[in-house]
């Protein structure tokens, strides 16, 4: 049920700390990304940096960090342009999305589930950076995380009415919601070259090895920890 094409990527990497990374974004080496699994020993990635997180409410607003951010405040996408921030959101099913702008360099962490695509999240996430920072679309790179695939990700008809059917496939009467599809889709209309987004392919659900799942184990499941942060003193990359 996997749908393909040639502009997605699977080049995601397991590092020996046990955090995911797409390699094609380790060509730039003011930032800092990548999605841990069971296989991380903390949740800390980076100990120098500062670690902003939001309390996640399942919508779409977008929370700006700086360096005198103390609360967590409610959202589902983090901002900033200052260095030495570890934007950081939660996962154990739904869809993380990381955005970066090397000119001007402005980083994003976005929590995508259903209800934040339907509810606009990744729009209303560019919106800020461009109107906040003066991010144009065709600087912004976008790479995934693990999440749950339309494999397992069986919803009723109340979820996938707001979506099209690009995002949705039909398998023996049942409705399987394609979230990475749906934010693919996202990112091109807000004017994101699909060219410049790279996908995980890696289902959260299906392996339970290296993946906490809320749709397999349920409550009591852990969280996956996904994260991008601007490197001290970086310099603009081209």
Not at 171 to 176: H, P, S, V
Not at 197 to 208: M, Q, Y
Not at 213 to 231: E, M, V
Request: one cysteine or more; glycine letters at 8%.
């Amino acid at each position: 049920m996997k749908q393909s094409s040639k502009n997605w990527s699977a080049s995601v990497i397991l590092s020996g700390s046990g955090i995911l990374r797409h390699e094609e974004w380790d060509r730039w080496t003011g930032i800092i990304h990548g999605f841990t699994t069971k296989a991380t020993p903390s949740t800390d990635p980076d100990a120098g940096f500062r670690t902003i997180r939001v309390k996640q409410v399942h919508g779409c607003g977008v929370v700006i960090a700086d360096t005198s951010e103390d609360d967590i405040r409610p959202g589902d996408a983090l901002v900033t342009s200052t260095q030495g921030l570890l934007l950081t959101i939660a996962t154990a099913d739904c869809l993380p999305v990381l955005l970066y702008s090397p000119s001007p360099s402005v980083i994003a962490a976005i929590h995508c589930g259903w209800r934040g695509l339907r509810a606009e999240v990744i729009a209303q996430t560019f919106k800020t950076m461009h109107e906040k920072f003066g991010v144009t679309s065709e600087r912004v790179h976008a790479c995934f995380g693990p999440a749950i695939e339309a494999c397992c990700y069986e919803v009723g008809l109340d979820v996938v009415t707001p979506f099209g059917e690009k995002s949705v496939t039909k398998k023996d009467g049942r409705l399987f919601l394609d979230l990475a599809r749906e934010a693919c889709l996202q990112l091109v209309a807000a004017g994101i070259a699909e060219s410049h987004i790279l996908f995980s392919h890696h289902c959260t659900k299906c392996d339970p090895s290296l993946f906490h799942s809320y749709r397999r184990d349920g409550s009591r499941t852990g969280r996956q920890y996904n994260f991008i942060g601007l490197r001290p003193h970086n310099r603009q990359e081209q």
